[in-house]
Antibody, heavy 120, light 110 residues
Framework: QWELQESGPGLLKPSETLSLTCTVSGGSITSNNYFWGWIRQPPGKALECIGGVSYSGSTYYNPSLKSRVTISADTSKNHFSLKLTSMTAADTAVYYC????????????WGQGTLVTVSS | QSVLTQPPSVFAAPGQKVTISCFGSNSNIGNNYVSWYQQIPGTAPKLLIYDHNKRPSGIPDRFSGSKSGTSATLGITGLQTGDEADYYCATWDSSLNAGVFGGGTKLTVL
């Protein structure tokens, strides 16, 4: 059974860089036809796709975040990571990692999510 | 402002049926697969429907999905109080080259 678990700091100061890791268990991230994605949800607001990566390193990013985002996969550690630079209060959100099919059929499974707060 | 448009809220009585709509365009729903998620506050979203109308194992057949043109619909029959949650649609947007979500619909069963 696949399980995903986010890890990283819960509190950042404005202008700092967020680094989150999603550790995958129950299977390999090198499995064909899967992408590994990051989604976030500001308090009381809707879900927002940040981007994703395949095991081979193909990536896609939300255009509104593209200049600040890097998503990468580490097959040796069976995890993938998110870096988001120049954090502001508007980036305060619960950050989720999830798997989706190559044709973006649906995100499943999801990690439990981690709250990241940006405050001075 | 979300790329996909959903009604902010829907209400229905226990045992009844409800539908939740999701409106998009040719660059997203019109040419890509739609998925639906249930999110109970404080928890991660759960996949209800993928590839327009398929249910993952463990999802009861009270939940159904359909797509027509540039819109999609989630249907829930035999409503239970435990179905109270936020529901989101999602798909790929070929113009943005990224995934997109709807703004979410809060279902109240009363």
């Amino acid at each position: 059974q696949w399980e995903l678990q986010e890890s990283g700091p819960g509190l950042l100061k404005p202008s700092e860089t967020l680094s989150l890791t999603c550790t995958v268990s129950g299977g390999s991230i090198t499995s064909n036809n899967y992408f590994w994605g990051w989604i976030r949800q500001p308090p009381g607001k809707a879900l927002e796709c940040i981007g994703g990566v395949s095991y081979s390193g193909s990536t896609y990013y939300n255009p509104s975040l593209k200049s600040r985002v890097t998503i990468s996969a580490d097959t040796s550690k069976n995890h993938f990571s998110l870096k988001l630079t120049s954090m502001t209060a508007a980036d305060t959100a619960v950050y989720y990692c999830a798997r989706h099919s190559g044709w973006f059929g649906g995100y499943d499974p999801w990690g439990q999510g981690t709250l990241v707060t940006v405050s001075s | 402002q979300s790329v996909l448009t959903q009604p902010p809220s829907v209400f229905a009585a226990p045992g009844q049926k409800v539908t939740i709509s999701c409106f998009g365009s040719n660059s997203n729903i019109g040419n890509n697969y739609v998925s639906w998620y249930q999110q109970i506050p404080g928890t991660a979203p759960k996949l209800l429907i993928y590839d327009h109308n398929k249910r993952p194992s463990g999802i009861p057949d009270r939940f159904s999905g359909s797509k027509s043109g540039t819109s999609a619909t989630l249907g829930i029959t035999g409503l239970q109080t435990g179905d109270e949650a936020d529901y989101y649609c999602a798909t790929w947007d070929s113009s943005l080259n990224a995934g997109v979500f709807g703004g979410g619909t809060k279902l109240t069963v009363l």
